[in-house]
C-alpha cells in the first residue's frame, strides 16, 4: 500500500482560545500520511476521544502536562486500524489503542500501542467506560473515596464519562450514591439508567437545599468533577473523616483567572481528605480496569452512554460541547469507519 | 487532709467572645474543693496549658468538639498533683497529666490520668514538647507530610509548640526545612536554636518573594498552623505530589465569618494531598511519642521554648496572646508550686 496516495488530515492549534475553544482556534491541515520508520506504526482513526482535560493542554502555563504548541496537531485519545506496520508486533487490520491525535490517520512508536479484539466490546468503549475516563473513576473509588456498605458518596458531573462508571462503582461497594448533573433529563438517566440512588440537578434554584435533602445523613466521600457552586454546597455536607477524590473542575477550565476557593477551616475540624490524583500516573491501572470491568460491559452490569459526533471537522465543536455540559454521556468522535 | 478547707478558683465561660477573647468573657468562682467520690481523684494543678484549639471551644457551632457552655468551666490540659485519691492506683504526691480545666483544683476519673516521674524530665514539657503538641506535630509529619531526604518542607507558627517540634522532625528525616514565623526574633531562634534551615518573616513586605527565595526546588511538604495570607503563599509553590498536613488556620479563629480560601485547581493537576487530622483521635499516638522523644528532650537534641504565665488569673490574657502571636514558644500558665 502506498501510503502517499492517501491523505492525512489532522486539526492543528491556530491560536490559544480565549474563554470556550472554537473552530476558529484549530487549522485543518491536509497532508501526505506518512510511511512508518522501524517500529512505527501507521494507524487510520476509526474513534477519537473529546475529553474536559484537553482544555488544560490549551494553555500556556501548564501544571502537569506540556502545552500543546501552536501549529502542532492537538492531542486526543483515538481507537484506529493498523494501515501500515514497520513493528514485526503490528500488522494491517489490528485494531489499536495508543495512538493519539485530532488527525485521520497516526504514527506512533509500537510500544505505546495496545492491540484490541475487534470482535469483542464494542470499540468505542475502550475510550470511555474501558479506557480513561473508566480507570479514572476506578482510580478516584477505589483509591481515595473508598465507600463502605451505607455510606453516602457523592458524584458530579454524574452522567458524563468519568462520573457514571464512578457512581455505579460506588454502588458496587453498597453505598449511599448521589448524582449531581445538568437537567431533568441527564437527572433521570443518572438514577434510572445508571441506578444511583438520588441525582441533583445543579442548575436548580436551590442546589444546596436539594443536596441536603438528598442526604440526610451528610456526605463521606465525594468525587469531584466540576468545582464551582457544586463544590461548596458539597463541602458544606460533609462528615467527618470525609475523603474528596479531585478528578477535576471542569466548571473553570475556560476561565482566564480562577475563582477564589472554600475556607479549609473545615479540613482540620472534620479531618477531611482531598487528594488530587492523574490517571495516568499509574498506567498500569488501566490495563487492571480493562480487566476487571469488561465482564461487566459484556453482560450489561456497568452501563454507559455515548454521544456521538461525526466527523473530524467536529472534534473543536466537540470539545466546547463537552466543557459547556452540553454532552450526554462520553463524547466520541467518529472519525473513520468502524470495521465490527 | 479536708479538702473543704481548702478553696478551689476556676474560670468559668461568662459569654462567648466576639473576636479576640479576654478577661471579660469569663468569671473567676471560687468554691470548695470537692471530695473524690470512688474512682475520682483530686489533683491541684501545677501548670496548666494555653493552646489556639480553645478559642474554638468558644464558638456556638462545633466542628468535632463540644462547645464549652456559658458557666462552665473553660478546657484545658494541666500537671497536677494528687491531693486526695478515691482511685487505688493514685495517692497523694502523684503528679500526673490527664486532668482538665483552667482551675487551681481538678476533679477527674482516675481512669483518664497517667502518672509521671517527678524526677525526670522537667513536668512543664508534657503539655508541650512532650504533650498534646508535640504529638500533633509527630502525627501531622509521620503520617502525612512524610518528608524524606532532599526534600522541601515548610512549617507555619515555625516557633509555636507543634511548628518547632514538626520542623525538627522534618529535619531528622534528611528535609530542606524553612520555617515561617512573626518577627525577626522568631526566624532567629527557629534557625539557631531550632536548626531549621531557613525562616521567612510572614509580616514581611513580601512574603511570596521570600518564600520562594528560600525554596528554589518549591514546596513537598507544608505543616499548616496558620491559614490565610501565608497558606496562600505556600500553596503557589507546591511541587507536583505534595502533601499538606492540615493543623490550624490560627489565624482565623478569631473571625465571626471566614475569608474565601484558594481555588484549588492546583490541587488536581498537582496530585497535592492535603489532610486534616485532630492528634487525640488517636489517643494511643501520644503515649509512642512520649516514649519515642523522652531521650532527645534529655538529651537537648530536641530543643523546645516555653513561655510562661504566672497565676491562673492570666490564662484570658495568654489565651489572646496565643491567637495573636504574641507567645514566643509553649504557652503555659504556672498555676501551682511545681515540687521539682
Not at 458530579?156 to 445538568?182: E, P
Not at 440537578?201 to 436539594?210: A, C, G, T
Request: proline content about 6%.
Amino acid at each position: 500500500m502506498n501510503q502517499n496516495a492517501v491523505i492525512r488530515r489532522s486539526w492543528v492549534l491556530k491560536h490559544r482560545p480565549s474563554g470556550a475553544p472554537s473552530a476558529e482556534d484549530f487549522a485543518l491541515r491536509d497532508d501526505a500520511v506518512p510511511e512508518p520508520a522501524p517500529g512505527e506504526v501507521v494507524t487510520r482513526t476509526i474513534w477519537l476521544s473529546i475529553d474536559p482535560y484537553m482544555r488544560g493542554r490549551l494553555r500556556e502555563q501548564q501544571t502537569y502536562a506540556v502545552a500543546i504548541q501552536i501549529g502542532e496537531v492537538m492531542t486526543g485519545e483515538t481507537v484506529g486500524e493498523v494501515i501500515a506496520s514497520a513493528d514485526p508486533g503490528f500488522a494491517p487490520g489490528d485494531v489499536v489503542v495508543g495512538a493519539r491525535g485530532w488527525q485521520t490517520h497516526c504514527l506512533t512508536p509500537g510500544e505505546r500501542l495496545v492491540k484490541l479484539d475487534r470482535h469483542g466490546t464494542p470499540l468505542s468503549a475502550y475510550l470511555g467506560v474501558l479506557g480513561m475516563p473508566g480507570a479514572t473513576a476506578y482510580r478516584g473509588i477505589s483509591e481515595i473515596c473508598q465507600p463502605k456498605a451505607g455510606e453516602t458518596v457523592v458524584i458530579s458531573a454524574a452522567s458524563g464519562a468519568v462520573g457514571s462508571v464512578a457512581g455505579q462503582l460506588a454502588k458496587r461497594a453498597g453505598a449511599r450514591v448521589v448524582g449531581i448533573a445538568g437537567g431533568a433529563e441527564k437527572c433521570l438517566f443518572v438514577q434510572e439508567t445508571l441506578g444511583f440512588d438520588d441525582c441533583v440537578d445543579h442548575r436548580s434554584m436551590d442546589l444546596r437545599r436539594e443536596l441536603e435533602a438528598c442526604c440526610p445523613n451528610g456526605i463521606d466521600a465525594y468525587f469531584e468533577n466540576v468545582g464551582g457552586a457544586v463544590q461548596a454546597a458539597v463541602f458544606d455536607l460533609l462528615n467527618p473523616f470525609a475523603r474528596v477524590a479531585m478528578c477535576g473542575m471542569v466548571s473553570q477550565y475556560n476561565e482566564a483567572a480562577f475563582p477564589a476557593g472554600p475556607n479549609l477551616g473545615f479540613v482540620v475540624g472534620k479531618r477531611v481528605l482531598i487528594q488530587g490524583f492523574i490517571v495516568s500516573d499509574k498506567p498500569e491501572k488501566l490495563a487492571e480496569w480493562r480487566a476487571l470491568a469488561a465482564p461487566w460491559v459484556t453482560d450489561g452490569s456497568l452501563a454507559y452512554r455515548e454521544d456521538v459526533h461525526d466527523g473530524l471537522e467536529e472534534a473543536p465543536q466537540a470539545l466546547a460541547g463537552v466543557l459547556g455540559g452540553r454532552n450526554f454521556g462520553k463524547l466520541l468522535v467518529r472519525v473513520g469507519d468502524d470495521p465490527r
